[in-house]
């Protein structure tokens, strides 16, 4: 919800931005998932 938010945002202007915004927090989200698994 809040990475949808920061894209509708940035297609104004930083959308390269945003979209590497958007990345991070998969990969955190990714990230935290993996280590509960391990």
Do not use: E
Request: glycine residues 10%; charged residues 10%; hydrophobic residues 55%.
């Amino acid at each position: 919800m809040f990475g949808y938010v920061l894209f509708q945002d940035g297609r104004r202007g930083g959308s390269v931005l945003a979209f590497i915004i958007i990345v991070s927090h998969f990969l955190l989200y990714y990230s935290v998932h993996y280590s509960v698994l391990i």
